[in-house]
Protein backbone atom coordinates (compact mmCIF):
# COMPACT_ATOMS: atom_id res chain seq x y z
CA UNK A 1 0.00 0.00 0.00
CA UNK A 2 1.22 3.28 -1.05
CA UNK A 3 1.80 5.65 2.18
CA UNK A 4 3.69 8.60 4.16
CA UNK A 5 4.46 7.40 7.90
CA UNK A 6 5.12 9.39 10.00
CA UNK A 7 6.21 9.67 14.17
CA UNK A 8 5.04 9.44 16.53
CA UNK A 9 1.34 10.59 15.82
CA UNK A 10 1.45 12.39 19.18
CA UNK A 11 3.92 13.78 21.00
CA UNK A 12 4.09 16.52 24.44
CA UNK A 13 7.81 17.64 25.49
CA UNK A 14 9.47 20.45 27.13
CA UNK A 15 10.86 23.56 25.95
CA UNK A 16 14.33 23.44 24.99
CA UNK A 17 14.53 19.36 24.70
CA UNK A 18 15.61 18.23 21.34
CA UNK A 19 12.91 16.01 19.15
CA UNK A 20 13.14 14.30 15.62
CA UNK A 21 9.58 13.65 14.07
CA UNK A 22 10.48 10.93 11.20
CA UNK A 23 8.46 10.57 8.19
CA UNK A 24 9.18 7.63 5.02
CA UNK A 25 7.90 7.00 2.25
CA UNK A 26 7.24 3.82 0.76
CA UNK A 27 6.79 5.14 -3.30
CA UNK A 28 10.10 6.37 -4.67
CA UNK A 29 9.09 9.74 -4.84
CA UNK A 30 11.91 12.58 -4.91
CA UNK A 31 10.25 15.69 -3.41
CA UNK A 32 9.34 15.81 -0.05
CA UNK A 33 8.46 18.20 2.29
CA UNK A 34 7.01 19.37 5.97
CA UNK A 35 4.46 21.99 6.37
CA UNK A 36 2.45 23.16 10.03
CA UNK A 37 -1.22 23.05 10.22
CA UNK A 38 -2.47 26.14 12.38
CA UNK A 39 -5.88 27.51 13.13
CA UNK A 40 -6.81 29.81 10.57
CA UNK A 41 -3.68 29.75 8.68
CA UNK A 42 -3.82 26.26 6.44
CA UNK A 43 -0.71 24.58 5.38
CA UNK A 44 2.22 26.63 5.90
CA UNK A 45 5.81 24.49 4.22
CA UNK A 46 8.70 23.83 6.86
CA UNK A 47 11.10 22.91 4.44
CA UNK A 48 11.01 20.60 0.84
CA UNK A 49 13.50 18.38 -0.36
CA UNK A 50 13.70 18.14 -4.19
CA UNK A 51 15.70 14.59 -3.97
CA UNK A 52 18.39 13.52 -2.09
CA UNK A 53 20.47 15.82 -0.29
CA UNK A 54 19.18 18.55 -2.10
CA UNK A 55 17.01 20.28 0.96
CA UNK A 56 15.64 23.61 0.68
CA UNK A 57 13.89 26.27 3.05
CA UNK A 58 10.01 26.69 2.55
CA UNK A 59 8.12 29.74 4.19
CA UNK A 60 8.63 29.10 7.56
CA UNK A 61 11.87 27.74 8.28
CA UNK A 62 12.97 29.25 11.40
CA UNK A 63 13.49 27.23 14.52
CA UNK A 64 13.30 23.41 12.35
CA UNK A 65 16.17 21.57 10.62
CA UNK A 66 16.00 18.72 7.90
CA UNK A 67 18.11 15.87 6.31
CA UNK A 68 17.94 13.61 3.07
CA UNK A 69 20.05 11.25 3.02
CA UNK A 70 18.19 8.24 1.88
CA UNK A 71 14.62 8.72 -0.73
CA UNK A 72 12.16 7.58 1.38
CA UNK A 73 13.09 9.29 4.64
CA UNK A 74 12.65 12.94 5.24
CA UNK A 75 12.89 13.50 9.32
CA UNK A 76 12.16 16.70 10.74
CA UNK A 77 14.40 17.79 13.81
CA UNK A 78 13.43 20.78 16.60
CA UNK A 79 16.92 21.50 17.78
CA UNK A 80 15.83 23.55 21.02
CA UNK A 81 11.92 23.46 20.53
CA UNK A 82 9.54 26.28 22.17
CA UNK A 83 6.08 26.77 22.57
CA UNK A 84 5.12 28.77 19.36
CA UNK A 85 6.10 25.04 17.57
CA UNK A 86 3.31 23.88 19.17
CA UNK A 87 1.35 22.64 16.02
CA UNK A 88 0.04 20.08 13.77
CA UNK A 89 3.01 18.70 11.60
CA UNK A 90 2.30 16.80 8.42
CA UNK A 91 4.85 15.70 5.55
CA UNK A 92 4.28 14.47 2.23
CA UNK A 93 5.67 13.57 -0.76
CA UNK A 94 5.03 13.50 -4.63
CA UNK A 95 6.66 12.79 -7.77
CA UNK A 96 7.17 15.48 -10.19
CA UNK A 97 6.59 13.94 -14.28
CA UNK A 98 9.31 13.50 -16.44
CA UNK A 99 7.69 16.36 -18.65
CA UNK A 100 8.12 18.76 -16.02
CA UNK A 101 4.90 18.79 -14.96
CA UNK A 102 3.01 17.43 -12.08
CA UNK A 103 0.07 14.48 -12.83
CA UNK A 104 0.62 13.21 -9.38
CA UNK A 105 -0.95 13.55 -6.11
CA UNK A 106 1.07 14.56 -3.50
CA UNK A 107 0.38 12.03 -0.21
CA UNK A 108 0.68 13.12 3.04
CA UNK A 109 1.07 11.35 6.14
CA UNK A 110 -1.49 11.29 9.27
CA UNK A 111 0.26 14.19 10.96
CA UNK A 112 1.86 14.50 14.45
CA UNK A 113 0.58 16.93 16.72
CA UNK A 114 3.11 18.35 18.86
CA UNK A 115 2.90 19.98 22.31
CA UNK A 116 5.57 21.85 23.73
CA UNK A 117 5.37 23.06 27.22
CA UNK B 1 3.47 36.14 -4.98
CA UNK B 2 1.43 33.71 -5.56
CA UNK B 3 -1.50 32.74 -2.80
CA UNK B 4 -4.99 30.98 -2.54
CA UNK B 5 -7.61 32.58 -0.84
CA UNK B 6 -10.61 30.85 0.80
CA UNK B 7 -13.46 32.90 1.31
CA UNK B 8 -15.43 31.24 3.94
CA UNK B 9 -13.76 29.54 6.80
CA UNK B 10 -17.13 27.67 8.26
CA UNK B 11 -19.79 26.16 5.93
CA UNK B 12 -22.86 25.00 8.06
CA UNK B 13 -25.31 23.05 6.00
CA UNK B 14 -27.70 20.50 6.13
CA UNK B 15 -27.74 16.98 4.70
CA UNK B 16 -29.08 16.85 1.18
CA UNK B 17 -28.67 20.47 0.74
CA UNK B 18 -26.30 21.67 -1.60
CA UNK B 19 -22.95 23.45 -0.64
CA UNK B 20 -20.23 26.08 -2.44
CA UNK B 21 -16.83 26.48 -1.07
CA UNK B 22 -15.18 29.40 -2.63
CA UNK B 23 -11.54 29.57 -3.58
CA UNK B 24 -9.84 32.60 -5.42
CA UNK B 25 -6.11 32.59 -6.28
CA UNK B 26 -3.18 35.11 -7.88
CA UNK B 27 -1.01 34.05 -9.75
CA UNK B 28 0.48 35.30 -13.37
CA UNK B 29 1.65 31.98 -14.75
CA UNK B 30 -0.44 29.10 -15.26
CA UNK B 31 -1.42 27.16 -12.40
CA UNK B 32 -2.29 23.80 -11.33
CA UNK B 33 -5.30 23.67 -8.55
CA UNK B 34 -6.52 21.20 -6.11
CA UNK B 35 -8.83 20.77 -3.25
CA UNK B 36 -7.41 18.91 -0.56
CA UNK B 37 -9.89 17.02 1.82
CA UNK B 38 -9.23 16.47 5.80
CA UNK B 39 -11.65 14.38 7.84
CA UNK B 40 -11.26 15.02 11.35
CA UNK B 41 -7.67 13.29 12.94
CA UNK B 42 -6.88 12.34 9.60
CA UNK B 43 -4.20 13.50 6.94
CA UNK B 44 -4.86 15.49 3.84
CA UNK B 45 -6.41 13.51 0.76
CA UNK B 46 -6.60 14.81 -2.73
CA UNK B 47 -10.40 15.26 -3.92
CA UNK B 48 -9.38 16.67 -7.14
CA UNK B 49 -7.26 18.73 -9.08
CA UNK B 50 -6.91 20.84 -12.52
CA UNK B 51 -3.58 20.45 -14.58
CA UNK B 52 -5.25 21.41 -18.09
CA UNK B 53 -8.25 20.71 -20.18
CA UNK B 54 -11.82 20.70 -19.33
CA UNK B 55 -12.10 23.78 -16.94
CA UNK B 56 -14.91 21.14 -14.83
CA UNK B 57 -13.39 18.38 -13.16
CA UNK B 58 -15.56 15.95 -10.78
CA UNK B 59 -14.53 13.60 -7.91
CA UNK B 60 -15.48 10.10 -7.38
CA UNK B 61 -18.11 10.47 -4.27
CA UNK B 62 -19.75 13.87 -6.19
CA UNK B 63 -17.65 17.02 -6.24
CA UNK B 64 -17.14 19.20 -8.68
CA UNK B 65 -14.91 22.08 -9.09
CA UNK B 66 -14.58 24.62 -11.72
CA UNK B 67 -11.50 26.73 -13.00
CA UNK B 68 -12.41 29.92 -13.94
CA UNK B 69 -9.26 31.82 -15.84
CA UNK B 70 -10.78 35.25 -15.96
CA UNK B 71 -11.73 35.19 -12.48
CA UNK B 72 -8.56 33.36 -11.07
CA UNK B 73 -11.17 30.92 -9.17
CA UNK B 74 -11.52 27.24 -8.41
CA UNK B 75 -14.90 27.28 -6.56
CA UNK B 76 -15.86 23.14 -5.02
CA UNK B 77 -19.53 22.20 -5.10
CA UNK B 78 -21.41 19.75 -4.26
CA UNK B 79 -25.21 19.73 -5.36
CA UNK B 80 -26.46 16.81 -2.18
CA UNK B 81 -23.83 16.53 0.98
CA UNK B 82 -23.98 13.63 2.99
CA UNK B 83 -22.79 13.37 7.07
CA UNK B 84 -19.89 11.78 6.00
CA UNK B 85 -18.91 15.13 4.21
CA UNK B 86 -18.44 16.75 7.42
CA UNK B 87 -14.61 17.55 7.15
CA UNK B 88 -12.08 20.68 6.67
CA UNK B 89 -11.31 21.37 2.79
CA UNK B 90 -8.47 23.21 1.62
CA UNK B 91 -7.36 24.53 -1.77
CA UNK B 92 -4.11 24.35 -3.05
CA UNK B 93 -2.08 25.82 -6.07
CA UNK B 94 1.04 24.33 -7.24
CA UNK B 95 4.19 26.89 -7.55
CA UNK B 96 7.06 26.33 -10.21
CA UNK B 97 8.74 25.14 -7.86
CA UNK B 98 6.69 22.49 -7.10
CA UNK B 99 5.31 23.52 -3.70
CA UNK B 100 1.52 23.56 -2.61
CA UNK B 101 0.43 26.77 -1.25
CA UNK B 102 -2.54 26.10 0.69
CA UNK B 103 -5.53 28.42 1.65
CA UNK B 104 -6.73 28.67 5.50
CA UNK B 105 -9.47 25.79 4.97
CA UNK B 106 -13.19 25.50 5.10
CA UNK B 107 -14.61 23.74 7.57
CA UNK B 108 -17.77 22.24 6.40
CA UNK B 109 -20.30 20.77 9.17
CA UNK B 110 -23.10 18.82 7.65
CA UNK B 111 -26.22 18.83 10.00
CA UNK B 112 -28.89 16.58 9.87
Known amino acids: EAQVTQNPRYLITVTGKKLTVTCSQNMNHEYMSWYRQDPGLGLRQIYY???????DKGDVPEGYKVSRKEKRNFPLILESPSPNQTSLYFC????????????????FGQGTRLTVV | AQSVTQLDSQVPVFEEAPVELRCNYSSSVSVYLFWYVQYPNQGLQLLLK??????LVESINGFEAEFNKSQTSFHLRKPSVHISDTAEYFC??????????FGAGTTVTVRA
Open chain 1, 92 to 107: ASSSPTGTGGWDTEAF
Open chain 1, 49 to 55: SMNVEVT
Open chain 2, 50 to 55: YLSGST
Open chain 2, 92 to 101: AVLLPDYKLS
